[in-house]
């Protein structure tokens, strides 16, 4: 069964950083594109980095760009590391997968995981 898991989050204060953790099981996450995703309470799914499946080009959402890094390691682990973590940061944040080349949009990506909370207080 194909299926991705996340790890990683926590309770940090502003200015503090975590590395979340994309593991998949089941299959290899190579030439496959990998996004992370964020969904805080009453508010849309939203992107926040993805890594393409075909060239490892990446894409930041404006809110995360210099302080947010996506990267791959191996065939099926993927991470985000997160700096300068804000108050606004706070949400469940989800991995997703996405074969090939995608756009870094929550609908074009699946085998999503149970996600991980991420807060952040000031």
């Known amino acids: 069964q194909v299926q991705l898991a996340e790890s990683g989050g926590g309770l940090v204060q502003a200015g503090e950083s975590l590395r979340l953790s994309c593991t998949a099981s089941?299959?290899?996450?190579?030439?496959?594109?990998i996004g992370w995703f964020r969904q805080a309470p009453g508010k849309d799914r939203e992107a926040v980095a993805c890594?393409?499946?075909?060239?490892?080009?990446t894409f930041y959402a404006d809110s995360v760009k210099g302080r947010f890094t996506i990267s791959r390691s191996g065939k099926n682990t993927a991470y985000l590391q997160m700096d300068s973590l804000k108050p606004e940061d706070t949400a469940v944040y989800y991995c997703g997968d996405a074969l090939g080349q995608a756009s870094c949009i929550p609908s074009h990506f699946g085998d999503w995981g149970q996600g991980t909370q991420v807060t952040v207080y000031s």
């Open positions: 089941g299959f290899s996450l190579e030439h496959w594109s």
């Open positions: 890594i393409s499946g075909s060239d490892d080009t």
